[in-house]
């Protein structure tokens, strides 16, 4: 079981702006936890990602930073929250190449594979909750 | 508005990205390059992004797009100064600019410029 940090972050998905300081925030959070350069960048890209998703599938929302602890294990997690119009399809969204937006249709799929942990809760009409986590190697 | 400034050397175009972009930015500096092409009738365009420290799809994507569109207007765009820890990332991420050509530095971009294809 982890354990949620109490000192967590929120902090507000409603324009392009925010990613910059949602970006920024996940960088010093990673800092402030030792992880390394190569961890740093790619937990703030999955978080640059998953944030433009929130904003423009979403509709905007929210996005938790908190530290994990697992043992003796540390890590950094991250839950985006929207209550936008959901995923009708998860598994489609999870495959490369596949967008309904601008992008390359590598948000999700890419965020995935940058992060330690992955895990995405939506359904249509109820929004959608996808949570990342990064743990520091011992 | 916000803009990243576009420097002319010779025939060449030249753009460093030094803020943390966000998406609209990313859509003027694209619009911004286009017309400038055009404009200095620039034949070559070299994108630095040594001070960048992440490179996520939508960015790469404006790379990608607007080494397309100086393609048809007949100018060559170099990437230049990606830092190892965004290109294990963008490797990672399953992020390949399709049609841009990179440089370690500004200084070899130029030379991949000069060079006839």
């Known amino acids: ?4 940090d109490v000192a967590a972050l929120n902090l507000p998905i409603r324009s392009d702006e925010d990613v910059v300081r949602l970006r920024q925030s ?35 929302g929210e996005a938790h930073l908190h530290k994990l602890q697992n043992g ?17 399809d998860i598994a489609q969204a999870l495959a490369d190449g ?34 990342i986590s990064k743990w520091k190697p011992f | 508005m916000e803009r990243i400034p576009i420097l002319k050397m010779g025939d060449l175009l030249l753009v460093t990205i030094q803020v943390d972009m966000h998406d609209r930015l990313a859509m003027t500096l694209q619009d911004d390059l286009t017309a400038r092409i055009v404009k200095d009738r620039a ?8 001070a960048l420290d992440i490179v ?6 404006m790379i990608s797009n607007t080494a397309a569109m100086a393609r048809v207007l007949d100018a060559r765009t170099v990437l230049v100064g990606m830092q190892p820890a965004v ?8 992020l390949t600019l399709h049609g841009v050509r990179t440089a370690l530095n500004v200084e070899q971009g130029v030379k991949l410029l000069q060079r006839p294809e």
């Open chain 1, 98 to 131: 596949y967008s309904t937006g601008g992008g390359m249709g590598l948000g999700l799929s890419g965020a995935k594979r940058l992060a330690d942990e992955f895990d995405i809760e939506s359904a249509p009409g109820q929004g959608t909750t996808v949570k």
């Open chain 2, 87 to 94: 290109a294990i990332t963008l490797v990672e991420l399953g």
């Open chain 2, 56 to 61: 996520d799809s939508f960015i790469g994507r």
């Open chain 1, 26 to 60: 996940v960088r010093e959070q990673m800092i402030g936890a030792g992880f390394s350069l190569i961890d740093q960048t790619k937990m703030i890209t999955a978080a640059s990602e998953l944030a433009r998703n929130t904003l423009r599938y979403g509709g905007g």
């Open chain 2, 43 to 50: 034949r070559g365009v070299l994108i630095d992004i040594s």
């Open chain 1, 72 to 88: 003796l294990r540390r890590g950094i997690g991250l839950t985006f929250v929207d209550h936008g119009p959901g995923i009708p």
């Open chain 1, 1 to 4: 079981m982890n354990q949620y």
